[in-house]
């Protein structure tokens, strides 16, 4: 270890000269780097007496700036940069996943697409409901088939291969095969890849961002989903503009940017160093130092104390995981675990807001008619609404308010603004020749203040909530049972939604408006709270005595055991103790 904090800061380390560890039983860090804590002794993270930085040399001023922000928020500005940067750049799956249900729905609808995959009016319902839903049973299969994929080679490079599956299936798709079966292997293969990067993205997000900024860098799936759905609803609309609508352009270029997408989520992850939870798990002790290192730009105290968090955390897991089996997700504390991500995810499909992503031209033309490119105009505006709405979740509401009020308020809202939608069309349905009324006006305002409720409550959230239930021991498979059943669900809706729309009309709203109802009683009654917990207390001590929300967590810490001592979910203790 570096005597000084700086040079750790600027040096990237992914391994050690010294071997990893050979034996899980090694001393955890706390013993293992003692002997070099004597450098540190006089290092804090306060500023020091000013005779000692009496100097006006920058350097000095720096590291006192350095030593003043750590003080207050446990990071540095470095470590801070970094934790976002892997937010970020892991996020940009999320961008890749709005996107590609962005531009479905106005591809869909585009002269030039019908015409080189040869259908008509009497097929396009057929056609939207299995182009849509075909690639998200393709997610939902790579939600389980990507497990022993990360769990065995790691985060970073599952997600690196997802990407790189979703590039041969848009290939696929922008190739102008004039093939309706083609396109839907392309779709089938895409699946394959987003839903393998849904799960493991909010894994090594989790595992590797501080508690101080989980919520907020969580959120951040939400937000480039957002960003992505923005980006497809602008370009859907510019190149119908743009093009004539006999040009296979007009679909090729939206559907064809998904690979420039994919391209640089591959490529971003050679950026970022490896899950430091995961590489302790595996026994990579070095690299999991190295790792910390690195996404805290630090090495003092604090960092050393948080490894020391984690071996402990880690190491209770490995004796607790003594001859798993996949059936103990369904046994004891790890069964509420299960079926509150499940519901999480689930609910957040029956809000109605993700099918409205993927068919916003065809909900817009039942709202107000069609005139020209107007759907696709108003759904344009409805992504950018989105955008404003979550980055200001993320900036300013996502580690300052508790995650089940503002789940329960949002779905409230939806609700009403749901309700209400379906009031007024049922009352005053869109005129034929598409004409501007107040009561087209009124819906439009509705379905946009309801996108902003969503976007500050059960769009960003879950991805968080979810990947923070789960210890080290069965967080992969927890994680993939969770974004399982949303792509379950989106399946089921994208799948319905299009018969909805065509046979239920102004009831559609209805139906999501009582399904919203039904999710606020969830988050209120159902879920507990977990902002401002670490992944060990969330969940080593569960969170039955918060007094928020029911114990869906109970504490897996039994006193009749003897202090420290975790049961295993076929009730046996495991011979560990923490220190």
Known sequence: MASTR????DIVTHSS????????????????YRKNNNNHETEDRDFEDDETHSSTNNTDLNDDMAGFFASTTGMTRLGMLRAYWLGFVVCIGGFLFGYDSGIIGGVLTMPSFEADFNYGAAQKTNVSSLAVSLQQLGAFVACFAIWPVTHAFGRKWAIAACAFIFCLGAAIETANTHSRPAFYVGRVIAGLGLGGSSVVVPMFSSEMTPKQLRGQIGSFYQLMYTLGIFTSYWIDWGVAKDYA???SRMWQIPVGLQILWAGLLGIGMLTLAESTRWLTAV????????????IRADDGPLTQAEMEEIRAGVELEAHAREGFRITEMIQGGNLRRTLTASAVFTAQQATGATAFAYYGPQYFKLLVGNKGNSDLLLTAIFGAIKVAACSLFVLFVADTVGRRKILTCGALFMAA???????VLKTHPAPADARVTPSGIATIALIYLFV??????????????VSELFPTRIREPGIAVGVASQWLFNFVFSLTTPYMIKDMGWATFLLWGLFDVCIAGFAWFVLTETQGKSLEEITNVGSSRSGSGKAFMEDEYEDGQGEGHMMRSDGKTPDVEVK
């Open 17 to 32: 000269s010294a071997g990893p560890p050979s034996s899980s039983k090694q001393p955890l860090l706390h013993d293992h």
């Open 452 to 465: 902003i409720a969503y976007n500050f409550s059960w769009g960003p959230l879950p991805w968080p909530y």
């Open 6 to 9: 700086s040079a750790d800061r």
């Open 283 to 294: 026994g990579r002790h070095d690299e999991a130092w190295a790792s910390l290192k690195w």
């Open 245 to 247: 609508k006999s040009d």
């Open 417 to 423: 603004c749901q309700l209400s939608t379906a009031a």
